[in-house]
């Protein structure tokens, strides 16, 4: 069974709607136990990191969701999902998961037309090769929406960047079993439901 | 680089998509779900639909749509109209709608878009007004007044003092439509977007007046919206979305093109 991570961040149903047009079938669970057990997970978000992560903590869900990591089955973190699996936040410094190294920041600019949240289409530069990333073309676009950017400590764990004003960010990370993307995947449109598909071949390696 | 948006506005009256011009003489014009569709396929970047049902018992139609609509069309999907609570954002969230669009119950109890932003988040939380151009005076240092009610009462506030407070109270985006362009197809009151853009450090998306492409390209460069509504000049099949896109690419408009 797929689980998808309920933390009260966001429209977990557009999540479970986009998987099921893929054909998986997905539970939405805030339960710990169903998490680790769980044959893939989608740690999905949107919303306050702050918030999040208290809310994870509080249901036991930040431990399960590192043991279910742990296990090497396949895990997607989507945009909050993917921040959170950082070591750390700006937004309310927050100590975050750490199942990849690095730290998240607020977008700034001293430009004023470059608004903040980065919110819109913008364009993925592949950087590394991994099994998701095969159906998608350099410089294809996706669904953005946030304040705050990851910037993992390694480049090693940076699959695809993002260029927003001045800004190059990672837009798409990686480690062993875990792959996360800082977009919308649920909200890209056929070629978003393209990677959402790759996730159920993906075995985790 | 980020893309300028293409968002799609569908009127929707009990259930079936609706089109007015100036805010009356309101004529049914289709099933919004397969124009919904249809606009996704031609690669529209979003989609706002906007309850204008009259009758409370009638409301939760709009659900089902936002329902129907969500099964098919994988972009982000704006809901406004008749939301006074943050029950009534979390109902069409649910449905899946990404995105609530308040506007009278804001105005008339500012409260709202705190609430809002704070229970679904900023980034889902938006701003929608309806302006009129007013004179210039004291009251309205901007030249602009917000109107409510789908354009019956005048409210008296200043429309770029509205905008500012709007940002402040955590709106994550504006819609700044002007009554005055509402349906003329003679193009986006650019004067007006431009100042409202200008003067926030949150997405601006004009709306109101589009005919032709070159309003588009008018608004998205000298009027400074991060994205253009379109309604007329698509729902009846004048123009499709990916001409509107075509056009802007070659003028040298960022947009997406592959979908």
Known sequence: MLAIVDYDAGNLRSVQRACLRVGLESQITADPDVVVKADKVIFPGVGSAESAVSTLQTRGLDQAIVEFFNSGRPMLGICLGLQIALEFTEEGNKKCLGIVPGACERFSFAEKSLKVPHIGWNELEIVGKHPMLASINDGDEFYFVHSYFAHPTTNDHVLGRTTYGDKTFASVIGKDNFFATQFHLEKSGEIGLRLLSAFSDWQGD | MLSKRIIACLDVRDGNLAKSVKFVDTKDI??????????????????????????????????DVVEDVARQVYIPLSVGGGIRTVEDA???????????????????????????????????????????????????????????NGGRTRTGLDALKWALRGEELGAGELVVNSIDADGTRDGYEITLTRMIAESVSIPVIASGGAGKPEHLYEVLTEGQADAALVASMVHYNEYKVSELKQYLNDRGVKVRLRY
């Open chain 2, 90 to 148: 979390n109902k069409l969230l649910w449905s899946g709608a990404e995105k609530i669009n308040v506007n009278s119950a804001a105005v008339q109890r500012p409260e709202l878009v705190a609430e809002c932003a704070h229970a679904i988040g900023n980034q889902n939380t938006v701003l929608s007004m309806d302006i009129l151009k007013v004179e210039t005076n004291s009251d309205f240092p901007s030249g602009y007044e917000i109107v409510i």
């Open chain 2, 30 to 63: 289709g099933d919004p779900v397969s124009k919904a569709k249809e606009y996704y396929d031609d690669g529209l970047d979003e989609l706002v639909f906007y309850d204008i049902t009259a009758s409370s018992d009638k409301r939760n139609i709009m659900l």
